[in-house]
């Protein structure tokens, strides 16, 4: 089974062609669906995804007859994507999602004679739609097939959290069976990317030029975490500027402690009754960077009391296959029927 995945995102677009469970070829663009916010309308995303999927083709002596079905997930089912497809409420199995999903016309959305299977996003199911439960409402567009694609890459069976640290950190509780259940999220990657980059605190964590070095401090961790848990988040950010100051630290120790403030704030959530429905007792998968991840890993373990099994998948190369893995899943079961 040939398909194309496409996998998009605010930013940018990642394009896969595979072949059973090969992968024959991969390109991505850095057009994503913040274009459509920039120009009013998404005809550059429709340019670029149409490009990406000529020239990826080319390169493989592939044409378009060769590949004539495409799945797509992520934000391009949003109202800056292709076409706003609403949500779908959790729990939903991998059957739910298939069955969901949309098929757009190419000629029409991108001039190219194929067809794209859109993936509806998922949304937590709430008791009611009003600020008394604002924190249980979350959702997610391409997470969904990330997950399944994670746990069918190492085998984990459900019930199963997967903890996905991008530039935003998602929490997922899959089911005992095998339904995504709902979500978690919180801003934290795009927070380090905007403190690091347009704040006070840029010059204690920008770039020396120097060589990065691998760096890991217990000690740094829990100094975070005391931090975070007393003080707050946003005090615990500025102690990054006063460790600069009183000890003179170098600047791998104030950026893993920037690293773990975020992390550590994450964790509470997880600890807190926003969290309720997830199984701490079930296997955790976290994916994402190695640091970042063994982060979570140590947290989880010391701080929230998980004893079960703890999955990290911080390969660039496992990472990559996530999505083409969760909608070949996708794809097989809608020819299986």
Request: proline letters at 3%; glycine letters at 8%.
């Amino acid at each position: 089974m040939r398909i194309g995945v496409i996998d998009c995102g605010s930013a940018s677009t990642k394009l896969s062609i595979a072949d059973g469970a090969s992968i024959l070829a991969a390109n991505s663009v850095a057009v994503g669906t913040n274009s459509t916010l920039e120009t009013g309308n998404n005809l550059a995303l429709r340019r670029a995804i149409k490009k990406l999927i000529e020239e990826t083709l080319q390169r493989i002596g592939l044409t378009i007859r060769d590949v004539p079905r495409y799945i797509a997930a992520g934000m391009i089912s949003s109202e800056l994507g292709l076409k706003l497809l609403p949500h779908m409420q959790a729990p939903a199995s991998l059957d739910d999602i298939a069955q969901g999903m949309e098929v757009l016309d190419g000629k029409e959305y991108l001039d190219l004679d194929v067809a794209i299977h859109l993936v509806r996003g998922v949304i937590n199911a709430v008791p009611a739609k009003d600020y008394a439960h604002l924190e249980t409402m979350d959702l997610m567009r391409g997470e969904e097939v990330q997950t399944f694609g994670a746990m069918e890459l190492l085998g984990t069976k459900p019930p199963a959290n997967i903890v996905e640290l991008g530039s935003t950190t998602k929490w997922i509780h899959v089911d005992a069976r095998g339904r995504l259940a709902g979500s978690i999220t919180s801003l934290s990657g795009q927070v380090y990317a905007a403190v690091a980059g347009h704040t006070l605190l840029a010059g204690s964590l920008r770039d020396d030029g120097r060589p990065p070095e691998s760096f890991w401090s217990e000690e740094l961790l829990e100094a975070a975490y005391r931090s975070v848990s007393h003080q707050g988040l946003l005090r615990s950010l500025f102690l990054i500027r006063s460790g600069q100051v009183y000890m003179k630290n170098t600047l791998a120790e104030r950026r893993f402690y920037f690293s773990a403030a975020l992390c550590c704030d994450d964790i509470r959530i997880f600890a807190s009754g926003a969290a309720a429905g997830f199984d701490g007792s079930a296997p955790f998968v976290i994916v994402g960077n190695a640091e970042r991840c063994r982060m979570y890993e140590y947290l989880l373990r010391n701080k929230t009391g998980v004893k079960g099994s703890i999955f990290i998948l911080d390969r660039k190369e496992d990472m990559e296959k996530l999505s083409v893995i969760g909608c070949r899943m996708i794809m097989s079961w809608l020819d299986a029927k």
